[in-house]
C-alpha cells in the first residue's frame, strides 16, 4: 500500500519510466494559498544535475491537478503530477534480466511475477519521491510556525563531501551519508504511546525513503553505552525544556517540549560503473553485470529533503489529529 | 491509537497499575491449537526478577478470555489479558507532580491535562509488553516454519552482560543495551515499495516498545561510510541468496530470500536510584526527585522477547497479506 | 476485522457462550467523568427479561478494566467488558452440525472450516451488541449536547407492539420491527464527500448490528418516487434549516443543519420454536430442526438502543476529526 | 477521506469543472491484462446524452497514468483519469452565492469556509462516479468468475421508464429511481462479523455515491412485517443453496452460497427547471433560485453501473483478503 497517515494522507503513484510520478494528498486544510511557484525550493534542493548526482535532469515542474481553486486549497484532495521526459530505457530493455545488486530488482521479480516495470526500477525508484517533496511543502505549511529542517552531516565518512564525492566518481564507485533532522517549535503532547509514538510514525516514513537503513532518535545508538544518570535529560522548565536532548524530543513516544531530532542511515547508490556478479533471473545462471547509463554516485546528496518532507507529513497529520491547526486555514 | 495492522491486527490496553493489561487479536486463522501453556516460555524470558530488573514479580499468568474453543482458535478476535497483582503505588502517589526524567510523565500531564494515570507510567509503561510478548508467541505459529530469533548483543558497551549490570546495580544507576533479530526462511516478496516497506513496517512496531531509541536494517549506520561495491549483496543464487547480507534482507523493501535482519538500540532505564534534578509539574519549580521504588536497573536484559514478538507481529500480518498462509489453519 | 472509527476507535470481542464480552474503546478525550452507573439506563432498555424477549437474562454488570482512574478517562483506550454467567449451552452442543435457518451458522461453518464457536451463534451473536451501548454511553457523551435518539415504530407492521408480540409468542414464531433514529443538534459540515459521508459511515455502522437488512435517511425509498420540486427541501434561514427534511440532515454526504433521521429494518429473529428444513452441514443431508431453548420473538424490541449507540459513536469520532470538541475533557 | 478499502484501495480526486477526474487503485494483481478499451462498454453505460441526461457529454477518454506496462498490470498503483473538457462554469459563477436546494452547495461552503470549489458542486459531484465505474471495470475482473450486475427497476414509480423521463422533462422537474444489483457466483465466507460484514461494506460504498438515500439487502423493510416462518432461508444443499433468498445471500455477515442482492435508492436529481426558494450564504438572505445550465432530470438512469462498480470494489477487496484470487494474475 502506497497511502501513509490519519488525517492528512498521501497516496503516491507512478514508476521511474513510466508517464508521470505523482500524489494525492487528503485532509489538507481549506484556504491555504497554493500555486506552483511555492513548490519551487523543496524541488530544487533535490534536483539532480550538480556533482554526484545523475545527469538525467527532469524539469519537475509540478501540475496541480485538483483540489486548489481560485489560488487556495479546496478542502478536495489535492493531487500533483510531475511529468517523466528524460527517461532513457535502452539499457534497461536490454538487461531486463540481469538483478542490479542492491537493488529491488529480484525481490520485485519475485513478488510480481516477473510483470513489474523494470525500467529505471519502477514503482521502486526514488524519482517518486518528488511526489513526496511536494506534499512536504503542504504539510510544512501546517506545522508552521514550528520549523523543520533536514541537513546531510556527511558522506562516505567525511565532511568534505566535495571531495568524498569527485573521489566516489573517479573509481565508477559510490557512497553513502548520514542526514540529521531537526524539527523545533513543535508543542508538548503529540504523538500516542506504543503504535502511534512519534518515533514510530517519523521511522515508519522515513523508511520509505529508498536508500535509508538506519534511523535514531537523540542519543540513539550511543544510548546504548551510556548510563541511565549520563543519558536522562533533566527538565529545567515549565515548558519542557531539558539541559541535554538525548530522548530526541520524544518521551513515552510523545514531544515533550524539546527540538525533535533524529538521524538516518543512507547506503551508497546501488548503482555503480564497476562490474559486479549476480544471476540472470530468468535463468538463475550467474552473471557479470555491467551497469551503464545515469544515476547518482551519492544519492544522500538529494536525500535531506525528502526526509524533511516525510517528517512534515508524519507532524502535519499528529498536528491536525491533536486539534492544534484548524481545518480551515486563517 | 494502539491499535497495529492491517490482517493481523492488534490492540493493546491496560496501565501499569490498573488491574489489568491485555491484548485483543484480530485476524488470526481459525483452527490453531492454542492453550495457555504455549505462551510459558517467551512470557518466562520476558520476566522480572532475575538480577538487573525489577523486584516487582508477576504471575503473568494468561487469561484468554475470547477466541477459543475446543483448544483452538475459532477464527474470532482473540483476548488475552494478565492481572496486576504487584503494583505498589505509593511512591508514586506521593510524587505525582514530580516529572521523572527520562519517562513519559511530563508530557502525559500535558497531552492528558493531569488525567492521565501516573502510577508507574500508567498507559506509557513497559507492563503492557507482556500483552504483545502473547500476541508474538501466536504470530510466532503463522509465521513458522520461518524462525524469528532476537537476542541481546551487549549491555552498556560490555558483552559481559552480569558483570556491567552488577556494576551498574552497585552505582544506583542503569544501563542501555543492543538487541539484534533475525528472521530465517522468509519468502521473497513480502512488503511494498514506499509505506509498507518491511522496514517501515518493522520499525514501526519496534518503535512502540518503550526505550527503544534506534533500529538499523543490515550494515545500517556502518553503510553510511561504505562504498556502493563493498556495501552491495552479491546474488550467488536463483533463491536470491547473496555473498554478504549487508542489506539485511530487504531490497526495495521487500524481502530478498535472505535473512532479514536488525539491531535495535534500548536506551537506559530510566528510573535510577541517583537523586535528579527534575521539575514540579503542577508549580513549574526545580526540584530535586529521588526515585525508590522497583524498578530494572538494565531494561534491556527483558526486551529481546519483546523485540522478537512485534517482528513476529509484523511479518505474520504480511504473510497472511501474501496469500502465503491459510485463513484456516491446518 | 471488529475495529471501526479513525480517532474514537472500537474493537468488539468475545461470543455468546464464552466467559466475557466487551469492548476496547479507544480515542476517547481524558478527564470525562466515568463509572459504572453510567452505563445503567442504557444496558437496561437493551436488555432481555420482558415479554418478546428470550428468558437468557444477564445481569450486565460492566467491568471498567482500563482507561479510568480517580473516576475520570485517562486518555488510554478504555476497556469494557460483561461477563457471560446465564449461558446454556446443551442445545448447541447436541445440534451442532444444524445449520439453524436464517442464522450464520452455515456461513461460519464454511468460513472458519469447522472452528468457530457454534454455541449461540459464537462471535455472530447479538450478545456481543452490550459492547456496542457501553461504547455509545461514552460516544453520547462526547455528541453533547447534541442529542441521539432511537424509538421502534411498530413490529410486524403494527404499531400495537404488545400485541403483535403476544400474537407472535402464541404461534411460537417471530416478527421484524422499525427503528427510527434522530440526531439533533449537530454541527454543519460533519463527514466528506464520497466514501466518509455520514451516510456511508452510518450505515457501515447500522449493518454491523444482527438482524438490521436496510437502512434509509430521510426520505429513502420514497423519494424513489417523488420528483425533484417534492424532494428539494427548501432553505429557510442561514442556519442551514429547511422547510422539510427529506434528505435526513445530509447533503453531499455531510450534516446540513437539520435533523439526522434514518430507519432501520429489522428482521425477525431467525430462531423460531416452529419446525424448519435444513441440512446437516457435516453430511449434506436434508433434516427438519426444531430449535429449542431460549431466544428473542422480536429481537427489534432490544435494538433501538443498539442503533442509537453506533449512531454516537459514528458521530462521536466525526466530531473528534472536525475539532470541535477538545481531546481534553472540560 | 476519500480513500476506500483494505487491500484492493482506491483513492478518487477531481472537482466537476476541475481540468481532471480520477483515481487510484492500489492492490491490484500484478499481470492483468489491461488496457484503454477495457473500460468502454462500462464507461459508455454511464455515460450523459441520451434523453433524461445531461446535455454536458464528455469523452469520457481514460489515461492510464501508472501501473501499466507492456499491455499488464505491474502490480504497482493504478493511476486513471479523465479530463473535463465540456464544463461551462458561467451559470455558477454567476450564482455561487446562492444555496442550490437538495444540493451540497450549503453544507460545503459552511465546512470549508467558503473556499470549496462551488462550479457543478465541485468535489461533490457525481461527475466522480466516472473514476468508480474505471476502477469497477479492474475489480469486476478479479470478481471473475463472479458476476455483478445492477439494473434500472424504475423510475418515478413506474417501469415505463421513457415515459416516465418524457413526463419529468416536459414539468422541468426530476425523477427517481430504484436499481437493483446481485452478484452470483461468490464463494461462501466472504466478509467478518460486525464491522466488516459485507452489508456494513456493500452499504458503505454505495452511500458513497451521490444522491443513494436508502439501501436494502434481500427482503430488506419488506422483512419488518414478516414473521420468521416466512423469512427464513431453508437451506437445500451442501453448497448452501436455499429455497428462496430472503436474506440477500448474506448471513451474519457473511457470504452464504446464495446470491448477493440489495436494491438502492435513488432520490431525484436536485437540480431543476422550476424556480425554487433558498438563502444566499453570503447574507443570509432568503431568495428565489432559478437553475439554469445542464443537468440530468433523471440520474438514476445512470446510476446502475456505478453500483455495479462499487460493489465489485467491495467484492475484490473481500475476495483478496479471503486469499480466494492469487495475488499474480494467471
Same mark, same amino acid.
Given at each position: 500500500?502506497?497511502?501513509?497517515?490519519?488525517?492528512?494522507?498521501?497516496?503516491?503513484?507512478?514508476?521511474?519510466?513510466?508517464?508521470?510520478?505523482?500524489?494525492?494528498?487528503?485532509?489538507?486544510?481549506?484556504?491555504?494559498?497554493?500555486?506552483?511557484?511555492?513548490?519551487?525550493?523543496?524541488?530544487?534542493?533535490?534536483?539532480?544535475?550538480?556533482?554526484?548526482?545523475?545527469?538525467?535532469? #527532469?524539469?519537475?515542474?509540478?501540475?496541480?491537478?485538483?483540489?486548489?481553486?481560485? %489560488?487556495?486549497?479546496?478542502?478536495?484532495?489535492?493531487?500533483?503530477?510531475?511529468?517523466?521526459?528524460?527517461?532513457?530505457?535502452?539499457?534497461?530493455?536490454?538487461?531486463?534480466?540481469?538483478?542490479?545488486?542492491?537493488?529491488?530488482?529480484?525481490?520485485?521479480?519475485?513478488?510480481?511475477?516477473?510483470?513489474?516495470?523494470?525500467?529505471?526500477?519502477?514503482?521502486?525508484?526514488?524519482?517518486?519521491?518528488?511526489?513526496?517533496?511536494?506534499? %512536504?511543502?503542504?504539510?510544512?505549511?501546517?506545522?508552521?510556525?514550528?520549523?523543520?529542517?533536514?541537513?546531510?552531516?556527511?558522506?562516505?565518512?567525511?565532511?568534505?563531501?566535495?571531495?568524498?564525492?569527485?573521489?566516489?566518481?573517479?573509481? %565508477?564507485?559510490?557512497?553513502?551519508?548520514?542526514? #540529521?533532522?531537526?524539527?523545533?517549535?513543535?508543542?508538548?503532547?503529540?504523538?500516542?504511546?506504543?503504535?502511534?509514538?512519534?518515533?514510530?510514525?517519523?521511522?515508519?516514513?522515513?523508511?520509505?525513503?529508498?536508500?535509508?537503513?538506519?534511523?535514531?532518535?537523540?542519543?540513539?545508538?550511543?544510548?546504548?553505552?551510556?548510563?541511565?544518570?549520563?543519558?536522562?535529560?533533566?527538565?529545567?522548565?515549565?515548558?519542557?525544556?531539558?539541559?541535554?536532548?538525548?530522548?530526541?524530543?520524544?518521551?513515552?513516544?510523545?514531544?515533550?517540549?524539546?527540538?525533535?531530532?533524529?538521524?538516518?542511515?543512507?547506503?551508497?547508490?546501488?548503482?555503480?560503473?564497476?562490474?559486479?556478479?549476480?544471476?540472470?533471473?530468468?535463468?538463475?545462471?550467474?552473471?557479470?553485470?555491467?551497469?551503464?547509463?545515469?544515476?547518482?554516485?551519492?544519492?544522500?546528496?538529494?536525500?535531506?529533503?525528502?526526509?524533511?518532507?516525510?517528517?512534515?507529513?508524519?507532524?502535519?497529520?499528529?498536528?491536525?489529529?491533536?486539534?492544534?491547526?484548524?481545518?480551515?486555514?486563517?
Amino acid at each position: 500500500m502506497t497511502t501513509f497517515g490519519r488525517i492528512f494522507q498521501v497516496s503516491l503513484f507512478g514508476e521511474s519510466h513510466g508517464p508521470h510520478v505523482g500524489i494525492v494528498i487528503d485532509g489538507c486544510p481549506a484556504g491555504m494559498p497554493l500555486d506552483e511557484t511555492d513548490f519551487a525550493t523543496d524541488l530544487e534542493r533535490r534536483k539532480s544535475g550538480k556533482q554526484g548526482t545523475t545527469k538525467r535532469v #527532469e524539469t519537475d515542474a509540478p501540475t496541480l491537478a485538483s483540489g486548489i481553486f481560485n %489560488g487556495r486549497t479546496t478542502g478536495a484532495p489535492l493531487t500533483i503530477w510531475f511529468n517523466n521526459e528524460q527517461a532513457d530505457s535502452s539499457w534497461y530493455d536490454a538487461n531486463k534480466d540481469m538483478a542490479r545488486p542492491g537493488h529491488s530488482d529480484f525481490a520485485a521479480f519475485k513478488k510480481f511475477g516477473g510483470h513489474n516495470d523494470y525500467r529505471g526500477g519502477g514503482q521502486f525508484s526514488g524519482r517518486l519521491t518528488v511526489g513526496l517533496v511536494a506534499a %512536504g511543502v503542504i504539510a510544512k505549511k501546517i506545522v508552521s510556525p514550528a520549523l523543520i529542517e533536514a541537513n546531510l552531516l556527511e558522506v562516505g565518512g567525511s565532511v568534505d563531501i566535495q571531495q568524498a564525492v569527485r573521489q566516489a566518481e573517479a573509481q %565508477g564507485d559510490s557512497i553513502g551519508g548520514l542526514v #540529521e533532522c531537526i524539527a523545533s517549535g513543535l508543542p508538548v503532547g503529540l504523538g500516542e504511546p506504543f503504535f502511534d509514538s512519534v518515533e514510530s510514525l517519523i521511522a515508519h516514513a522515513v523508511f520509505a525513503i529508498p536508500a535509508v537503513k538506519g534511523i535514531e532518535f537523540g542519543a540513539g545508538f550511543a544510548s546504548v553505552r551510556m548510563t541511565g544518570s549520563q543519558c536522562n535529560d533533566s527538565i529545567r522548565s515549565a515548558s519542557g525544556a531539558s539541559a541535554t536532548n538525548h530522548a530526541g524530543g520524544i518521551s513515552g513516544g510523545i514531544t515533550n517540549g524539546n527540538d525533535l531530532l533524529f538521524r538516518v542511515a543512507i547506503k551508497p547508490t546501488s548503482s555503480i560503473a564497476i562490474p559486479q556478479t549476480t544471476i540472470n533471473m530468468k535463468t538463475g545462471e550467474q552473471a557479470i553485470l555491467d551497469i551503464q547509463g545515469r544515476h547518482d554516485s551519492c544519492i544522500a546528496l538529494r536525500i535531506a529533503p525528502v526526509v524533511e518532507a516525510v517528517c512534515a507529513i508524519v507532524l502535519a497529520d499528529l498536528l491536525l489529529i491533536a486539534h492544534l491547526r484548524p481545518r480551515i486555514w486563517k
